[in-house]
């Protein structure tokens, strides 16, 4: 620890502080906080209280559009030669797909109670530029039977013989689709709608684009032309590039039918919306603004978060710094609490790389980069781009990461200042819990000493939920 920040900590008077928990894997973290600390929460999601009955009535009743039976029966075929594609989330979405609140067993049961044949259904991951899926990654979101009784295929994002055009975007991307879902004479969308830093919400549109399509659809989806929109935002859908993007392709395919969840922290569901894409979509955001959205009526000095149980590496933890921006006010402090458990707590090779860029050029000279004729579009881009947004509200000096996992000398090619400057050496010492929990403390603790000696008493937050949580600044629709 810094002789100056040493110093700093002894001043420090915390007589009356109270603490709150912060989640961590092997915690919580016990923070004290000043005692005005404001505590933003999200309200309590009302759970389903029989999920399987829910899932049955969301198919027999759909919103916004035909049933599954009239649909098949308008398709002009008889049912049992109709080719069915279901497209699916991969692992790294904690869709409920198997068991006795799975979403995918009623469908396929209701498929079959129409007519459809098991051979004429075909279950597509929707990979967009994630790895294939494993045998057991498949079994462990779909369950043994799905798997060994259904195919069960992997959509691959370059691999041009399972690619067909299907025309261009009113933005002039020509999209080249998976033909076996294009093929499908139905085609049904499934998965998760949450709150999405970038495209408002997943779910619906986002199973087809990014899930379903060619590698240059999905740049262009994340290109810095849509994600330097100020609208390109948590829980925003009017003039999102993003959202707009994805939906005009997954209209021009033609999905017939969309089935979502929604869920609370705990991966509960609080809702089943199935039906119509676009209204399914409405419906599912509807529910998660009731319990997600927090309503701000201040910025804040000082903005305590943590990574959750999604941030199990610098890459994913990006969601909790995003959602903390409209806390924070400008050159403001954010403090993260970083779960990064993974066995890489940083990310992939290209990602590391380019947070490298980002921290040698900072924010808008990465962007101006990644905009230049000459750059060759490069897996992973985008998300050091949304820790740019970050760096540009509170600088360099205003993040303070704090992980154990990440190793110390890794740590300067990474955005922000590492939680280890806030260590004692007896703390280097301790196991990954004190060790964070010891960066944490340290941080608050000298940060708000350091508004004090300016004649500043800060104003702290703690963002409870972390990224699951969506801090909104009043006027917000």
């Known amino acids: 620890m810094r002789a100056d920040l040493l110093e700093t900590l002894k001043k420090v008077k915390t007589k009356g502080w109270k603490k709150v928990k912060v989640e961590f894997t092997g915690g919580p973290l016990v923070i004290s906080v000043p005692p005005d600390c404001v505590e933003l929460t ?68 209701k498929l079959h109670s129409l007519g459809i044949q098991r051979e004429k259904i075909l279950i597509i991951v929707g990979t967009g530029t994630h790895r294939a899926s494993t045998l057991q990654e498949k079994v462990e979101m779909l369950g043994k039977e799905v798997v060994s009784s259904y195919s069960v295929v992997d959509h691959d994002c370059e691999n041009e013989s399972i690619l067909v055009s299907v025309g261009k975007t009113p933005t002039g991307t020509h999209v080249y689709l998976n033909r076996w879902f294009h093929e499908a004479d139905l085609k049904i969308a499934t998965g998760l709608t949450e709150s999405h830093f970038m495209a408002g919400a997943s779910g619906g549109r986002k199973a087809v684009c990014p899930g379903l399509v060619d590698l240059r659809t999905i740049q262009k989806f994340h290109s810095p032309e849509f994600l330097e929109s100020p609208c390109a935002a948590n829980l925003v859908f009017e003039g999102n590039p993003c959202h707009e993007e994805a939906l005009a392709v997954a209209k021009s395919v033609g999905v017939d039918f969309t089935i979502t969840v929604t869920l609370d922290k705990d991966m509960r569901i609080t809702g089943v919306f199935a039906g119509d894409l676009e209204k399914v979509l409405e419906r599912a955001v509807e529910k998660i603004k009731t319990y997600v959205a927090i309503p701000l009526e201040e910025e804040f000095d000082i903005v305590l978060t943590h990574g959750g149980y999604v941030g199990r590496n610098h890459y994913q933890t990006a969601k909790a710094a995003v959602g903390a921006i409209p806390a924070v006010k400008e050159k403001g402090i954010i403090i993260i609490a970083a779960d990064n458990r993974d066995p890489e707590p940083i990310g992939g090779p290209e990602y590391k790389t380019l947070t490298h860029l980002l921290k040698l050029q900072g924010p808008d000279r990465y962007v101006e980069i990644l905009k230049s004729p000459s750059w060759k579009f490069t897996k992973d881009q985008w998300e050091p781009e949304v820790w740019g947004k970050v760096l540009r509200k509170v600088g360099e000096e205003g993040l303070i ?25 007896a703390g280097k010492e301790k196991g990954r819990v004190k060790k964070v929990e010891e960066m944490v403390q340290n941080a608050v603790l000298y940060f708000y000493q350091a508004h004090q000696e300016k004649s500043i008493t800060p104003r702290v937050t703690f963002i409870r939920e972390g990224p699951y949580a969506v801090p909104l600044q009043a006027g917000f629709p």
């Open 401 to 425: 990461y704090c992980a154990a996992d990440i190793p110390e000398g890794l740590f300067s090619t990474l955005p922000g200042v590492s939680g280890t400057d806030f260590l004692s050496p």
């Open 42 to 109: 999200m309200r309590k999601a009302e759970l389903l209280k029989n999920p399987a009955k829910e899932i049955q009535k969301a198919l027999d009743q759909p919103c916004g559009g035909p049933t599954l039976e009239e649909i098949i029966r308008g398709k002009g075929k008889d049912a049992g030669q109709l080719k069915v594609a279901i497209t699916i989330s991969d692992i790294t979405r904690p869709v409920p797909y198997q068991g006795r609140s799975g979403i995918l067993p009623p469908v396929l049961k």
